[in-house]
């Protein structure tokens, strides 16, 4: 474990504490104020970029991990990987992604020139180069021994071995696990070790999200031309709709329903929701006629909300697979980030967590937004969330 004040084992948010080129360094509106972090988040930053970023490569071992598989959506690559970094961790091994070019969320213009999902959107998740690990011949993924999940073989000896998101992601002992060097301080925090790996999801999700200086700079532009440059006002709910094909993993929720819980945020937490503002995401366009028309199923005065002119589809029929390769993958990847963005910058929260987007949308606020400690409520569990759903 890195050397670190006690002080930031709590939860006061310290920006200035994470390490380089984090997302934090984003939200600096006129009107932030000191939050809350999810308890550890600067301990555990540090640790994982230290692990991630050492001074010399040539004298560690690697897990090489291929993250992106067939149709995977983008909450759910990211919350794999937490799996695969947890696995590095544990293995003392560091994470570093194979190279897919040719993989759907790469294929698109945008990434053209790169090869892994880092390179393209994010900052890099290590500083040892596939390449250089492997002495500048990158090998075939074939011949690269697999991790041995249930950890009955001795691979200490192997510099390198490999996992797959297809199946280091269907293992629940690794899904429901955190990182054993990370036991020690998480006995502090009073959380229930059940609930540990949501602790361990949300910090990885957070190394994990940090957008490169050309993604920052693709998201002003879009900002300004799908927000037309408008800014979240103190005060507004992000509420995240996600329908579609989803009901074949979940039952799904009425619009109605999250309406409702935004007037309960609303009329419960008036001193943090000071205006009737909403800032709606979803991939509905139906979700997003009914929201224009508020004021039917309103109990109070109108609601005003917005939302990114993005496209959006309403047949439940389509698989949103399809959908993307209609618009282009990467063009949904980075509209999908702009939509993040601005709803990290709400101060409140409506969601439903079996929807991997809207977990990500609570572990970012929790962690590199600093507002772990603003009202977030679910459509199906309330105001408790006890169930994390993987």
């Not at 001074?55 to 291929?66: A, H, P, T």
């Not at 943090?272 to 139906?286: E, G, K, Q, Y």
């Not at 993005?310 to 939509?339: R, Y």
Request: net charge negative.
């Amino acid at each position: 474990m890195s050397s670190i004040g006690d002080e930031q084992v709590g939860t006061k948010c310290a920006s200035e504490s994470f390490p380089p080129k984090y997302w934090i360094g984003r939200f600096n509106e006129p009107r932030k104020a000191i939050g809350k972090q999810m308890f550890g988040t600067i301990v555990a930053q540090h640790e994982i970029w230290r692990h991630q970023n050492p001074s010399r490569c040539d004298n560690k071992k690697f897990l090489l991990y291929v993250m992106l598989g067939w149709a995977n959506g983008i909450g759910s690559t990211l919350h794999v990987a937490t799996v695969a970094l947890r696995a590095a961790l544990d293995t003392d091994r560091i994470l570093v992604l194979y190279p897919t070019p040719n993989h759907l969320w790469m294929n698109g213009s945008y990434c053209k020139d790169f090869n892994t999902l880092d390179e393209c959107y994010f900052e890099p998740f290590t500083s040892c180069s596939v390449y250089e690990i492997f002495g500048g011949k990158l090998e075939a993924c074939d011949s690269i021994p697999d991790i041995d999940i249930w950890g009955v073989n001795d691979q200490s000896h192997l510099k390198i071995i490999k996992a797959h998101v297809n199946t280091i992601g269907s293992y629940w002992h690794m899904k429901a696990g955190t990182p054993y060097r990370f036991h020690e301080l998480l006995l502090k925090s009073g959380m229930h070790e059940d609930n540990w790996y949501h602790w361990w999801r949300a910090q990885a999700v957070a190394y994990f999200v940090r957008p490169n200086v050309r993604t920052l700079h693709e998201l002003d532009s879009r900002r300004q031309y799908l927000f037309e440059n408008k800014s979240i006002k103190a005060g507004t709910i992000s509420v995240h709709i996600r329908h579609n094909d989803k009901w074949k993993e979940s039952p799904p929720a009425a619009d109605t329903n999250y309406l409702r819980l935004a007037e309960e945020v609303a009329k419960k937490f008036p001193d943090i929701v000071t205006i009737r503002n909403i800032f709606l995401s979803t991939d509905d366009a139906d979700s997003i006629s009914f929201f224009q028309n508020v004021t039917l199923w309103s109990n109070e005065t109108k609601w005003n909300v917005v939302w990114t002119n993005v496209s959006h589809f309403s047949d439940s029929a389509i698989n949103p697979m399809q959908f993307k390769n209609t618009i282009g993958w990467t063009e949904e990847f980075l509209n999908s980030l702009l939509n993040l963005e601005l709803a990290l910058e709400c101060d409140a929260f409506v969601g439903i967590y079996t929807s991997n987007w809207n977990r990500l949308i609570d572990e970012l606020r929790s962690t590199i937004r600093c507002k772990a400690h603003l009202p977030y409520v679910d459509v199906f569990q309330g105001w408790s969330l006890s169930n994390f759903d993987w």
